[in-house]
């Protein structure tokens, strides 16, 4: 089979190359090892009328989306166009120290603390060498835990792993939508044009000729480009077999820059047992168990989210179904008291970590490897184009890696042109 360009990956990042090489009038195949397109965006059904997303959930975008197109998000333009119903995300959130409510005075401690550890990472970023989150927050605060554990997910990483450079770089959430039928769904729906061979998996990416081959279960295929979307946990593991190995800077950049642990336990509930005041996001955490980030009831759905972040949601992970279950509505109890253990229904959990497709959630920085970041996107030898996640100014984000597709479709359609001008000349 030939072809102008091979996309590995049919995620967001993958599905957004095709679209933009298919306006450029571009040939191309789409390869994706999975049996679905969508990647890390993914929703099942967990009750009537409710729906999970097992990886992203909130349509986000940056504070310049008006004047820098890499922190828009167009999935929430096409969420409207097509009638699917989306909320802004306005919900105010709770603490629940050893199973009771923090009061108004101990919130605003923990709102001040949040802040000074907010501070102390911009006043890194801006005036210090990298250094470990852990290594700049007061350790000692009573709200040092719910921190943490509220880093550990978003982060995703235990603080000490995390660097606090990479952390302060992130493009900052201005306004979050969720959606009833679910992001994953979403995006399903936007990509389902395009041509994808699932089922497909890469296994070697010949690179040592003119162009490139690439070897799959299913046979050889040949292109002049290749845009690949991997996570940098299948590029670490070499999962993919590049001939000849890619260069040692990329491959640097790539362990940098490893994937994160971030998980959570969806839980259905068959009755209408939260009032419209219970809806938003908790944290919970005590003397004697690990505590959670949670989000409940959103768009009055009966489903409420555990989520579990770092080297937790790893060991979790290998713990299994029922003990995720069984930790999820403990905690869910701690928040809204024992009774509400008579309507749980099913749950779904996540394990990002061993899904073999990605090999964890999405990539951060390892202390004094953020710069590293940069080199991710680069493209090697004009032959070797790299998308996704982790390549983009809004990294860990389903519209970033949407921008990331974009600017490799656009950068092998200037390195065709490059050729056919350097033929003709
Ligand atoms: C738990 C969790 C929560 C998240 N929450 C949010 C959120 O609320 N908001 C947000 O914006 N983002 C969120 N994200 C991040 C977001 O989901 C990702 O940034 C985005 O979906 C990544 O898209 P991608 O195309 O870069 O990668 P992927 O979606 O991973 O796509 C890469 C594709 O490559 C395929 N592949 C892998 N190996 C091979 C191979 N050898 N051959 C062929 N194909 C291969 C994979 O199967 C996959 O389909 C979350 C992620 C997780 C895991």
Redesign the pocket.
């Known amino acids: 089979m030939e072809t102008e360009v091979i996309i ?7 599905l957004a190359a095709a679209k933009e090489l298919t306006k450029r009038g571009i040939s191309y195949i789409v ?4 049996h679905r397109i969508g ?3 993914y929703t099942e059904k967990i009750g009537p009328n409710a729906w999970l997303d097992l ?4 349509m ?1 975008y940056g504070p310049n989306a008006q004047t820098d197109r890499e922190e828009s998000n167009p999935f929430i333009q096409y969420a409207r166009n097509q009638k699917f119903e989306i909320e802004k995300y306005d919900y105010d959130g709770h603490f629940v120290y050893n199973g009771k409510q923090i009061s108004v005075a101990e919130d605003k401690q923990r709102e001040a603390f949040y802040k000074d550890c907010s501070d102390a990472i911009r006043n890194i970023a801006l005036n210090s060498p990298d250094q470990p989150i852990s290594d700049i927050i007061d350790l000692d605060s009573p709200y040092a835990v719910p921190y943490m554990d509220m880093m550990a997910v978003t982060a995703p990483a235990d603080l000490d792993e995390a660097s606090a450079q990479d952390f302060h770089n992130k493009v900052d959430e201005h306004e979050d939508y969720v959606s009833r039928r679910g992001y994953g769904y979403i995006i399903a729906h936007w990509g389902s044009e395009i041509p994808v061979s699932l089922n ?3 296994e070697c990416v010949n690179w040592s000729g003119p162009g490139v081959t690439v070897e799959t279960p299913k046979g050889t295929i040949k292109a002049q480009k290749l845009i690949t ?3 940098n946990g ?1 590029l670490a593991g070499q ?2 077999e590049f001939k000849p190995k890619l260069p040692d800077w990329k491959m640097e950049a790539i362990q940098g820059m490893p994937m994160g642990a ?3 336990i969806g839980v259905h509930f068959t009755k209408d047992v939260f009032g419209v005041d219970d809806c938003g996001y908790y944290q919970t955490w005590s003397d004697d168990a690990q505590g959670a980030y949670v989000s409940a009831n959103l768009m009055a759905s009966n489903v409420v989210s555990v989520f579990m972040g770092g080297r937790f949601s790893k060991w979790m992970e290998k713990q299994g179904q029922d003990t995720c279950h069984a930790f999820a509505v403990d905690r869910i109890a701690d928040i809204f008291g024992n009774d509400i253990r008579k309507a749980v229904g099913r749950s779904i959990v ?1 394990a ?1 970590v061993t899904d073999p ?2 090999l964890g ?2 990539a951060f920085a390892l202390p004094g490897h953020y710069r590293k970041r940069k080199m991710l996107p680069l493209p090697i030898d004009e032959k070797l184009f790299f998308a ?2 982790a390549t983009a100014k809004c990294n ?6 949407y921008w990331s597709g974009v600017r490799a479709a656009k950068e092998v359609k200037e390195a065709l042109m490059y050729k056919i001008e350097r033929k003709s000349a």
């Open positions: 590995i990956g049919a995620g967001v990042a993958g390869v994706e090892a999975s990647g890390r965006g990886g992203c959930a909130y986000v497909t998996k890469v979307t991997v996570s299948i999962h993919i971030e998980n959570k996540t990002w497709w990605t959630s999405y996704g996640e860990g984000t389903v519209h970033g890696a």
